[in-house]
């Protein structure tokens, strides 16, 4: 009588066997064995089973994602369970990327890395700690691909310059990907003026018969898949 949920009874020999879980923590009261010969019935006295609670570990799952491309959202959060409810967890990671931030409550990662973040980063171990025992995810690598930078284009060129006198503007050019071959073009361009294909500087000195309105002067820069103009 009042055989444990967890426990099973053996009718041919008396056995009461079981292994309780931790959701089966508690106290078992007034278990009663009796065997009956057909006349007769006889009993041990009833008995309690106390259940303890033993330590579970956490368990930690999931399949972080192993490539982002420069300028991409990262973001990974595991799976993070412990059946002990008054246990508080710890969670920590080892070789975090410069680019990123743990959240140490729910165990994400998650951040955007820049161009000067293209590269591999190894060995990241995401592990949780419940104070007695640590388990930890698998370590991976988070691969940073670069993606492509438009180049930029600034400057203040000046309007007016006196026939006869130099006129010289450099723009400045910046593109953050080391490997483009930059094309710098201009449109418009005064025929007394002269482009500096490598750095985007115009100079020249316009003569008299120069004297006028050059209009629409358009200066750009294509780094072979995006092209900006000032």
Known sequence: ENLPSWATFNADAGEISGV??????????????????GVETVSLPSFTIEVSNANDAPTISGQPAQKVLQGGTYRFLPEIIDVDPS?????TVENLPPWAA???????ISGTPGNHHVGHYP???????????????PSFTIEVSNANDAPTISGQPAQKVLQGGIYQFLPEIID???????????ENLPPWAALNVDTGEISGTPGNHHVGHYPEILISVSDGIEIVSL
């Open 20 to 37: 309780p879980e931790n959701h089966h923590v508690g106290h078992y009261l007034e278990i009663l064995i009796s065997v009956n010969d």
């Open 87 to 91: 246990d508080t967890l710890t969670i």
């Open 102 to 108: 743990l959240n140490v409550d729910t165990g994400e």
């Open 123 to 137: 060995e990241i171990l995401i592990s949780v700690s419940d104070g007695i025992e640590i388990v930890s995810l």
């Open 176 to 186: 953050v990907d080391p490997s483009d071959t930059l094309t710098i073009t201009v």
